[in-house]
């Protein structure tokens, strides 16, 4: 069964740091590939998903996330963060066929002034 | 409406009792789902509707949980004979068919304390 590794569960960092948030699957077959985040109070949202095509997908707010398929990962990036970036990032897949999200246990970002 | 939307936003129920929760999905619809995240864990798929059918209920924990839905819109989530490990927030989220290539919209969740 499919898995989601997010092994970071709080990254500190300050702002217009870069930051790098870290996620592997576990199935090779093929997959859909999802970041969505969860501000304070809000609920989840997505960010970016990679269905098909370029390998590297990007956000309206700066983020980007890069498919490698060879080390099953899809770590989502951000040259230089925003206090409004504060949040939880949570990575989810599913395997094409499927209908269901399989979570990763989400990491926790704050932003240092 | 405007966005999927659960209630309550907050259930504080004893031991022992039962529990119904309810999701408002995006209207037009067909699909709905519903997660369970406990404190410091990611989101457990729960089960999935497509219109008013069940094809997947793998996530359901035990035969305590089950879930209906009518007409294609409100679901309800039901826990009998609550017990405290249920206790964590209950995520709604509807899409427009199913299938793991649609974005899935959320709720706001249900925050259930078993005491």
């Known amino acids: 069964a499919q898995s989601v590794t997010q092994l970071d569960s709080q990254v500190p960092v300050f702002e217009e740091a870069p930051v790098e948030l870290r996620c592997n699957y576990s199935?090779?077959?093929?997959?859909?590939l999802f970041w969505y985040v969860q501000y304070p109070n809000q609920g989840l949202q997505l960010l970016l998903k990679?269905?098909?095509?370029?390998?590297l997908v990007e956000s309206i707010n700066g983020f980007e996330a890069e498919f490698n398929k060879s080390q099953t990962s899809f770590h989502l990036r951000k040259p230089s963060v925003h206090i409004s970036d504060t949040a939880e990032y949570f990575c989810?897949?599913?395997?094409?066929?499927?209908?269901?999200?399989?979570f990763g246990q989400g990491t926790r970002l704050t932003i240092n002034p | 409406g405007a966005g999927v939307s659960q209630s309550p936003s907050n259930k504080v129920t004893e031991k022992g009792k039962d529990v119904e929760l309810r999701c408002d999905p995006i209207s037009g619809h067909t699909a709905l789902y519903w997660y369970r995240q406990r404190l410091g864990q990611g989101l457990e798929f729960l089960i999935y509707f497509q219109g008013n059918s069940a094809p997947d209920k793998s996530g359901l924990p035990s035969d305590r949980f089950s879930a209906e839905r009518t007409g294609e819109s409100v679901s309800t989530l039901t826990i009998q004979r609550t017990q405290q490990e249920d206790s964590a927030v209950y995520l709604c989220?509807?899409?427009?068919?199913?299938?793991?290539?649609?974005?899935?919209?959320f709720g706001p969740g249900t925050r259930l304390t078993v005491l």
């Open positions: 989220a509807s899409s427009q068919i199913a299938g793991g290539y649609n974005e899935q919209f």
């Open positions: 990679y269905l098909s095509g370029s390998t």
């Open positions: 989810a897949v599913s395997d094409q066929g499927a209908q269901k999200l399989v």
């Open positions: 199935s090779s077959v093929s997959v859909y």
